[in-house]
């Protein structure tokens, strides 16, 4: 009997290593009261946290701004978030003694978020987090990001690992969408939305303290099927950005 290979955990970053989605909705609320944007920040990342700030920025906007605009708006957004959040960086509760744990079950580990290099080393490095990380994929890895497949899809060839043999660990509707797009199974992390608001998790965890690996083993051997992306929301404007 061929040996199946190992199952692969492959977590996004904002929202899940970190519960930071307060301090960049209220860098993104600055920004848009600075342009006098009246969008409500909040409720936006709900629906569209997980995608590249400049395609969020580029849904707030009632004109067409230019991309090089884009981008420093973004880069302003970058700046604001970091200060807000200098000192309150802290891993999600429960996040390092899990890695380890998977280390030591044999788990293959990998990063797939949208942010740019800098970004993930403000995070990651700054916690001492890339240690516990066999493979970290961004926004320069990719060509298309989330709500598209690319971002986990990189990460599991880098991997070496069957899309069918890994799990996304996502706080964001499309994250969760861009596993299902990816042929992968996803177990949400509640920093951000309530559990009734994921498509199809195999399960929701509000930190790391609620779940081990061995759970995380049973779930995937218990539930081998992938979910298929939802209709509905690859019908809304955002999902074609």
Not at 21 to 36: C, S
Not at 90 to 114: D, K, V
Request: hydrophobic residues 35%; charged residues 25%.
């Amino acid at each position: 009997m061929t040996s199946q290979p190992p199952y692969a955990l492959i977590f996004d970053m904002d929202g899940v290593l970190v519960d930071n989605t307060p301090y960049q909705a209220k860098a993104f609320q600055l920004l848009f009261r600075e342009h006098g944007l009246t969008t409500n920040a909040r409720q936006l990342l709900k629906r569209l946290n997980g995608m590249p700030a400049t395609n969020i920025l580029k849904t707030v906007f009632r004109h067409p701004v230019p991309d090089k605009q884009l981008k420093e708006y973004a880069s302003q957004r970058e700046f604001l978030y970091r200060v807000l959040y200098w000192d309150k960086r802290r891993e999600m509760p429960g996040l390092s003694e899990f890695l380890q744990a998977a280390r030591a079950a044999g788990f293959n580990i990998g990063l797939g978020t949208g942010s740019p290099p800098e970004t993930i080393s403000y995070i990651i490095d700054h916690l001492d987090l890339r240690q516990y990380f066999d493979v970290v994929t961004g926004k320069d890895d990719v060509e298309k990001g989330k709500p598209h497949a690319d971002t986990f899809s990189v990460v599991a060839q880098k991997l070496g690992v069957p899309p069918e043999r890994c799990v996304v660990f996502e706080d964001a509707l499309l994250g969760e969408q861009a596993a299902y797009k990816a042929k992968m199974r996803c177990i949400g992390v509640s920093s951000g939305l309530k559990p009734e608001q994921f498509q199809a998790p195999l399960r929701v965890i509000r930190d790391f303290r609620d779940i081990t690996p061995e759970q995380v083993r049973e779930l995937l051997d218990q539930n081998p099927t992938v979910p298929k992306p939802s209709k509905e929301l690859a019908k809304r404007q955002y999902m074609h950005l």
